[in-house]
């Protein structure tokens, strides 16, 4: 109610007294519950890095097929089909997998996951065509949708206060597994090579890269097993019921549990409330970042494995594990220890366009990079000093995901829908993921064979799009809206 100025207070010289706007004491932050967030970082700690494992040797298992005839330029078209393939795959999928587990349970449906990821890595390795390689990786695309359900488990993990330190964990614990799958997959692969007397069946010549697939494979079944043992259904209406003292309805009103099934019943036709802008803005900001994101995650193998003369590093599969291993380490480090008091320092849009205005120079040191190689002839401290420069930015430009995931986890109108709307997400960066990596590393060979732009034009067209992810940026809402109030 608004008071006219005949009822405000005022002083015996019939003067109005101006009182004071307080400003509503600051919530304390709710401590996360350590055990359960660390059974869930394990799990994404092993899918990211069976995921990524295959990446140092992708490009030469492609050489070794002979699908290029000899073309290294032409390697690009083909890892960038495999990679989006299984994307496209995901995207069928996700969504289902999403609605199923805000049916039947978070737990369950992680568990499936993980049975389906288990199969398409042994499947990998046993591959010995181009399709059984394209096959068994869009079986984890399509038997796999925890990437949605795991960020729906850290939302009902979490609240208003300590969003920001559980989502700075997940992009931590991708970093660390991108940093490590490459560094697994780059050493195991073609064992006979690196220790003949302990690998000289001639299994393993036949098939030289099935020592990492089953390794991962291996660190998956583990993590099936834990997380059957041990992680807690966080779905509400699926969790055991606990002994609490009971409280009259009167004195606690509206309750969590009342407010979810108000908002079931009031939203019979989901896509009624998905189409609103308060979610889709930061959804449409989640995808562009991921295209823009797996687009430069293909670029880096795929440049450090091109050959000098045409642009790229030209190097081995064991040094490109080993780089993307620091890279990792370096970036979830960094994202571990200081992302939480830089959100809440700078606040989540803020940081956000500050993240995505880093992507267009990390884009440029690639031609950069490949100048100074050309020009010196050698990979020497130049070189070195310039990827130091990318890790730089690299590590800005990843602070973009937490903060995309808080404006998409904030944007359900409650719990018991997250799943969906985290479905929604995903399913928009699986499309997101499986254009970015074919369209990128397809303009890479093409612009290298053909010297369009001087063997640039992707990365123009790469730093044109982040302008869109810039400007997309700027229309989320200026603070997270509380669900808990």
Same mark, same amino acid.
């Given at each position: 109610? $608004?008071?006219?100025?005949?009822?405000? =207070?005022?002083?015996?010289?019939?003067?109005?007294?101006?009182?004071?706007?307080?400003? =509503?004491?600051?919530?304390?932050?709710?401590?996360?519950?350590?055990?359960?967030?660390?059974?869930?970082?394990?799990?994404?700690?092993?899918?990211?890095?069976?995921?990524?494992?295959?990446?140092?040797?992708?490009?030469?298992?492609?050489?070794?097929?002979?699908?290029?005839?000899?073309?290294?330029?032409?390697?690009?078209?083909?890892?960038?089909?495999?990679?989006?393939?299984?994307?496209?795959?995901?995207?069928?999928?996700?969504?289902?997998?999403?609605?199923?587990?805000?049916?039947?349970?978070?737990?369950?449906?992680?568990?499936?996951?993980?049975?389906?990821?288990?199969?398409?890595?042994?499947?990998?390795?046993?591959?010995?065509?181009?399709?059984?390689? $394209?096959?068994?990786?869009?079986? +984890?695309?399509?038997?796999?949708?925890?990437? @949605?359900?795991?960020?729906?488990?850290?939302?009902?993990?979490?609240?208003?206060?300590?969003?920001?330190?559980?989502?700075?964990?997940? %992009?931590?614990?991708?970093?660390?597994?991108?940093?490590?799958?490459?560094? #697994?997959?780059?050493?195991?692969?073609? =064992?006979?090579?690196? +220790?003949?007397?302990?690998?000289?069946?001639?299994? +393993?010549?036949?098939?030289?890269?099935?020592?990492?697939?089953?390794?991962?494979?291996?660190?998956?079944?583990?993590?099936?097993? #834990?997380?059957?043992?041990?992680?807690?259904?966080?779905?509400?209406?699926?969790?055991? %019921?606990?002994?609490?003292?009971?409280?009259?309805?009167?004195?606690?009103?509206?309750?969590?549990?009342?407010?979810?099934?108000?908002?079931?019943?009031?939203?019979?036709?989901?896509?009624?409330?998905?189409?609103?802008?308060?979610?889709?803005?930061?959804?449409?900001?989640?995808?562009?970042?991921?295209?823009?994101? #797996?687009?430069?995650?293909?670029?880096?193998?795929?440049?450090?494995?091109?050959?000098?003369?045409?642009?790229?590093?030209?190097?081995?599969?064991?040094?490109?594990?080993?780089?993307?291993?620091?890279?990792?380490?370096?970036?979830?480090?960094?994202?571990?220890?200081?992302?939480?008091?830089?959100?809440? +320092?700078? @606040?989540?849009?803020?940081?956000?366009?500050?993240?995505?205005?880093?992507?267009?120079?990390?884009?440029?040191?690639? %031609?950069?990079?490949?100048?100074?190689?050309?020009?010196?002839?050698?990979?020497?401290?130049?070189?070195?000093?310039?990827?130091?420069?990318?890790?730089?930015?690299?590590?800005?430009?990843?602070?973009?995901?937490?903060?995309?995931?808080?404006? $998409?986890?904030?944007?359900?109108?409650?719990?018991?829908?997250?799943?969906?709307?985290?479905?929604?997400?995903?399913?928009?960066?699986? $499309?997101?993921?499986?254009?970015?990596?074919?369209?990128?590393?397809?303009?890479?060979?093409?612009?290298?064979?053909?010297?369009?732009?001087? @063997?640039?034009?992707?990365?123009?067209?790469?730093?044109?799009?982040?302008?869109?992810?810039?400007?997309? @940026?700027?229309?989320?809402?200026?603070?997270?809206?509380?669900?808990?109030?």
């Amino acid at each position: 109610m $608004v008071l006219s100025s005949s009822f405000r =207070p005022r002083a015996a010289n019939n003067e109005i007294i101006v009182m004071p706007l307080v400003p =509503p004491p600051r919530k304390p932050t709710t401590p996360l519950p350590q055990f359960q967030t660390g059974i869930l970082m394990m799990f994404e700690l092993v899918e990211t890095t069976a995921l990524m494992s295959i990446y140092p040797y992708i490009n030469q298992l492609i050489r070794e097929f002979d699908i290029t005839g000899g073309d290294d330029a032409a390697v690009g078209y083909y890892v960038g089909l495999i990679d989006s393939l299984l994307y496209l795959a995901q995207a069928l999928t996700v969504l289902s997998w999403s609605r199923l587990s805000d049916r039947i349970g978070r737990r369950p449906v992680l568990l499936m996951g993980l049975t389906g990821a288990c199969i398409s890595m042994i499947c990998f390795g046993l591959s010995t065509t181009f399709w059984s390689l $394209v096959i068994s990786r869009c079986m +984890w695309g399509a038997l796999n949708g925890n990437i @949605g359900i795991m960020k729906t488990v850290m939302g009902e993990l979490t609240d208003s206060t300590n969003m920001a330190q559980g989502f700075a964990l997940l %992009p931590m614990v991708w970093a660390i597994g991108s940093s490590v799958g490459p560094l #697994m997959g780059g050493m195991l692969a073609r =064992p006979h090579d690196h +220790w003949p007397r302990l690998f000289n069946n001639p299994f +393993w010549r036949k098939y030289p890269y099935f020592l990492p697939c089953a390794v991962s494979a291996f660190l998956l079944l583990l993590a099936f097993f #834990m997380l059957l043992s041990f992680l807690e259904e966080t779905l509400s209406a699926k969790r055991r %019921p606990r002994l609490t003292l009971s409280i009259p309805s009167a004195s606690r009103g509206i309750d969590c549990d009342d407010q979810e099934a108000f908002v079931r019943q009031s939203t019979p036709n989901t896509s009624l409330w998905l189409l609103t802008p308060a979610i889709v803005i930061p959804i449409a900001n989640y995808a562009m970042l991921s295209f823009l994101d #797996m687009s430069f995650k293909a670029l880096i193998p795929l440049f450090l494995s091109t050959p000098i003369h045409l642009g790229g590093m030209g190097l081995t599969p064991s040094s490109i594990g080993l780089w993307l291993a620091f890279f990792g380490i370096v970036d979830g480090l960094f994202q571990a220890l200081f992302l939480a008091k830089i959100v809440d +320092w700078v @606040g989540p849009k803020r940081l956000f366009c500050v993240s995505s205005s880093c992507f267009a120079p990390l884009v440029i040191m690639f %031609p950069v990079m490949s100048w100074l190689i050309c020009t010196r002839g050698v990979v020497d401290h130049a070189i070195v000093y310039s990827l130091f420069v990318q890790l730089v930015l690299t590590v800005t430009w990843d602070m973009a995901y937490a903060t995309a995931l808080m404006f $998409v986890t904030a944007s359900a109108p409650a719990k018991n829908v997250l799943g969906v709307v985290n479905g929604l997400c995903q399913t928009s960066r699986s $499309v997101a993921c499986a254009l970015g990596p074919a369209l990128t590393t397809s303009l890479f060979a093409f612009s290298k064979k053909y010297n369009i732009l001087d @063997g640039n034009a992707v990365y123009v067209i790469l730093i044109i799009l982040s302008s869109i992810l810039r400007w997309l @940026g700027s229309q989320l809402p200026d603070e997270i809206q509380d669900r808990d109030e």
